[in-house]
T-cell receptor
Framework: RKEVEQDPGPFNVPEGATVAFNCTYSNSASQSFFWYRQDCRKEPKLLMSVYSSGNEDGRFTAQLNRASQYISLLIRDSKLSDSATYLCVVNRGTGGFKTIFGAGTRLFVKA | DAGVIQSPRHEVTEMGQEVTLRCKPISGHDYLFWYRQTMMRGLELLIYFNNNVPIDDSGMPEDRFSAKMPNASFSTLKIQPSEPRDSAVYFC????????????FGSGTRLTVV
């Protein structure tokens, strides 16, 4: 079992739709969490950090559930420009620092 | 801020040749990471440095790979000799720390070994 798992998708949604991705992690010692966005043939870019209390940035909302060991990303009012691969990232702080990138979830937003 | 700068953007080389990838991190970032991305394996951490010192190179595939960071503004990843299975996109990233801040990635070097 991978330490960080994501549904690879693809998710195909119409413009204006709300879409949600989940990411599960197996190491309970994980300390910090992020969502990155990667466009085709580009580098990953930090989208947002994920805080225990949940956080929102415009149309994007990230949440952390430590009890169930998953993080989520909700995108409201999807835009064509949201089409990308979304990578879940987990930092394991104990037992040696380690950052684990999920394999990513592909999103296609259609007109 | 120019961000993380990598060169070259693309490299095509013949099997057996030496390949050197270069990276300039963001000024003030104490951590530098080298990643490799392929369709099959996703993003893999190869090595990371803290204040120019290699901390964890357990992700380096084999002895053909080596990385250096002679100063705070420059790092290299060398493959010698290169093999077709090394074909991938190699990303350099830098960060203020390992946990609380995200990473800033460079644009990557797309390496093709024929």
């Amino acid at each position: 079992r991978k330490e960080v798992e994501q549904d690879p998708g693809p998710f195909n949604v119409p413009e204006g739709a709300t879409v949600a991705f989940n990411c599960t992690y197996s190491n309970s010692a994980s300390q910090s969490f992020f969502w990155y966005r990667q466009d085709c043939r580009k580098e990953p870019k930090l989208l947002m950090s994920v805080y225990s209390s949940g956080n929102e940035d415009g149309r994007f909302t990230a949440q952390l559930n430590r009890a169930s060991q998953y993080i989520s990303l909700l995108i409201r009012d999807s835009k064509l420009s949201d089409s990308a691969t979304y990578l879940c990232v987990v930092n394991r702080g104990t037992g040696g620092f380690k950052t684990i990138f999920g394999a990513g979830t592909r999103l296609f937003v259609k007109a | 801020d120019a961000g993380v700068i990598q060169s070259p953007r693309h490299e095509v080389t013949e099997m057996g040749q030496e390949v050197t990838l270069r990276c300039k991190p963001i000024s003030g970032h104490d951590y530098l990471f080298w990643y490799r991305q392929t369709m099959m394996r996703g993003l893999e951490l190869l090595i990371y440095f803290n204040n120019n010192v290699p901390i964890d190179d357990s992700g380096m595939p084999e002895d053909r790979f080596s990385a250096k960071m002679p100063n705070a503004s420059f790092s290299t990843l060398k493959i010698q000799p290169s093999e077709p299975r090394d074909s991938a996109v190699y990303f350099c990233a830098s960060s203020l720390d390992t946990s609380n801040y995200g990473y800033t990635f460079g644009s990557g070097t797309r390496l093709t070994v024929v």
